[in-house]
T-cell receptor
Framework: AQKITQTQPGMFVQEKEAVTLDCTYD???????LFWYKQPSSGEMIFLIY??????QNATEGRYSLNFQKARKSANLVISASQLGDSAMYFC?????????????FGAGTRLFVKA | DSGVTQTPKHLITATGQRVTLRCSPR?????VYWYQQSLDQGLQFLIQ???????AKGNILERFSAQQFPDLHSELNLSSLELGDSALYFC?????????????FGPGTRLTVT
C-alpha cells in the first residue's frame, strides 16, 4: 500500500504567487515525522521543512510552511511568493520507526514549474 | 554543500559485475542511510546504519549489502549487476539527537549498467 501519496505529478504557478503541493500519508504509528525535500535539475536533495507528529503548530521555514492536518493525514507544502528558482521536483517523505531504527518513505514527487 | 561526500560521482559498468559506492557522513553524524532513485521506482530507502550497526532495512535486494566502518564512513556493495540496477544512489546522514531529524543528502552516485 502506498504510504505517501502525492497526487499532483506536475504543477504550474506564476512567479510571486503562492502554491500548495499536496501530500497524504498512511501510518498506524503515533510517533512519526514528515518532511519535504526539493530536488532541482542538478539532482541534489535539499531539505526544506520538518513536522513531527506531536507538533501542534504548523512548521514554517522562511517561504515554506507545512499545513499539517493530522486527522486527515495530510501534510501539504505551501510555498509563498514563488520564485523562478523554485522550479524543481518536490518530495514529501515520512519517517517512521522500523525494527531497531527508522525508515524514510518518499512519495513519487511533484514537479513544480514557476512561470515568469 | 551538505557535508556528505559520495564517491564516485559516476560509474559505468557491465551486467554481472560488482561495484562499491562510498559515503562519508557529515562530521558528528552517526546515522547513515542509503537510497536508490530510479525512474520507475522513485526514491527507495535501502538501509540505515547507526554507529556501525545495521538499524533498519528497506527494499534492499539480497545482491546488495552495506556496512559502516569505525570511522563512520559507509559502503554500499552491489553485485551481479543487472540493467535494472541503473539508478542514482544517494547516501544521507543525520544527527538522531536533533529535533528535526533532517537527513543531509550527498550528491549521489549515478550508476549505469550496460
Amino acid at each position: 500500500a502506498q504510504k505517501i501519496t502525492q497526487t499532483q505529478p506536475g504543477m504550474f504557478v506564476q512567479e510571486k504567487e503562492a502554491v500548495t503541493l499536496d501530500c497524504t500519508y498512511d501510518t498506524s504509528d503515533q510517533s512519526y515525522g514528515l518532511f519535504w525535500y526539493k530536488q532541482p535539475s542538478s539532482g541534489e536533495m535539499i531539505f526544506l521543512i520538518y513536522q513531527g507528529s506531536y507538533d501542534e503548530q504548523n512548521a514554517t521555514e522562511g517561504r515554506y510552511s507545512l499545513n499539517f492536518q493530522k486527522a486527515r493525514k495530510s501534510a501539504n507544502l505551501v510555498i509563498s511568493a514563488s520564485q523562478l528558482g523554485d522550479s524543481a521536483m518536490y518530495f514529501c517523505a515520512m519517517r517512521e520507526r522500523s525494527t531497531g531504527g527508522f525508515k524514510t518513505i518518499f512519495g513519487a514527487g511533484t514537479r513544480l514549474f514557476v512561470k515568469a | 554543500d551538505s557535508g556528505v561526500t559520495q564517491t564516485p560521482k559516476h560509474l559505468i559498468t557491465a551486467t554481472g559485475q560488482r561495484v562499491t559506492l562510498r559515503c562519508s557522513p557529515r562530521s558528528g553524524d552517526l546515522s547513515v542511510y542509503w537510497y536508490q532513485q530510479s525512474l520507475d521506482q522513485g526514491l527507495q530507502f535501502l538501509i540505515q546504519y547507526y554507529n556501525g550497526e545495521e538499524r533498519a532495512k528497506g527494499n534492499i535486494l539480497e545482491r546488495f549489502s552495506a556496512q559502516q566502518f569505525p570511522d563512520l564512513h559507509s559502503e554500499l556493495n552491489l553485485s551481479s549487476l543487472e540493467l535494472g540496477d541503473s539508478a542514482l544512489y544517494f547516501c544521507a546522514s543525520s544527527d538522531e539527537e536533533a529535533s528535526s531529524y533532517e537527513q543531509y543528502f550527498g550528491p549521489g552516485t549515478r550508476l549505469t549498467v550496460t
